[in-house]
């Protein structure tokens, strides 16, 4: 099955700074990447997501980029806010055509630092 | 409005008892899950339901059964629970996309802790 490594764990940046998370992955037909934010309390909100055709999607401030060959996709935050502190999961899906199931990553605490 | 929502929000019970937590979504999805989300906040899946009949069953102990009256509800009980069964229980849904696509929308989690 899907393997999905997340990294770091945690991460404090200061406030305006950028902030990265990478992710790797293990199945070749993982080709749906979804980027989840959850909130203290809350429970996890899809943010951004980008398909294996894509290598890379921009969302104002959150962009992701995906390199299948290494098989291995990050987030990037730039000009980072206070409300932008939660935990981040990264996931991974294959298509084959049936209901397969969204692996996640084990979450990146992201604080920032006002 | 609320999208998908779970009921109850908090459970503290004593060990052994039986327990059940509900879900429904109004989002008109064809699938439904639920999410075991441990103190590490690793977000494990326990079960699926497409259409009301199960499509994933991970490694759970038997003592979980889910049930699914309907598409737009996914309920799960649990038996003898037990101290490691603290944790939050996340409910999901999804539409499956002609293009595969399976954004899920997760409800607001119930925090159960076991005595």
């Known amino acids: 099955g899907e393997n999905v490594e997340q990294h770091p764990s945690t991460l404090s940046v200061q406030e305006g700074d950028s902030a990265v998370i990478k992710c790797t992955y293990s199945d070749s037909a993982s080709n749906y990447f979804p980027w989840y934010k959850q909130e203290l309390g809350k429970g996890p909100q899809l943010i951004i997501d980008?398909?294996?055709?894509?290598g890379e999607k921009k969302d104002q401030r959150i962009a992701v980029t995906l390199n299948k060959t290494a098989k291995h996709f990050s987030l990037h935050i730039t000009e980072t806010q206070p409300e932008d502190s939660a935990v981040y999961f990264c996931?991974?899906?294959?298509?084959?055509?049936?209901?397969?199931?969204?692996?996640f990553g084990t979450g990146t605490k992201l604080q920032v630092i006002p | 409005d609320t999208a998908v929502s779970q009921t109850p929000k908090y459970l503290v019970t004593q060990m052994g008892n039986d327990k059940s937590i509900k879900c429904e979504q109004n989002l008109g999805h064809d699938t439904m899950y639920w999410y075991k989300q441990d103190s590490k906040k690793f977000l494990k899946i326990m079960f699926s339901y497409n259409n009301k009949e199960l499509i994933i069953n991970e490694t759970v102990p038997n003592r979980f059964s889910p049930k699914s009256p309907d598409k737009a509800h996914l309920n799960l009980h649990i038996n003898s629970l037990e101290l490691g069964d603290s944790a939050v229980y996340f409910c999901?849904?999804?539409?499956?996309?002609?293009?595969?696509?399976?954004?899920?929308?997760f409800g607001p989690g119930t925090r159960l802790l076991v005595l």
């Open positions: 996931a991974a899906s294959p298509n084959s055509g049936g209901y397969q199931k969204v692996t």
């Open positions: 999901a849904s999804s539409q499956i996309t002609s293009g595969g696509l399976k954004t899920q929308y």
């Open positions: 980008i398909r294996s055709n894509v």
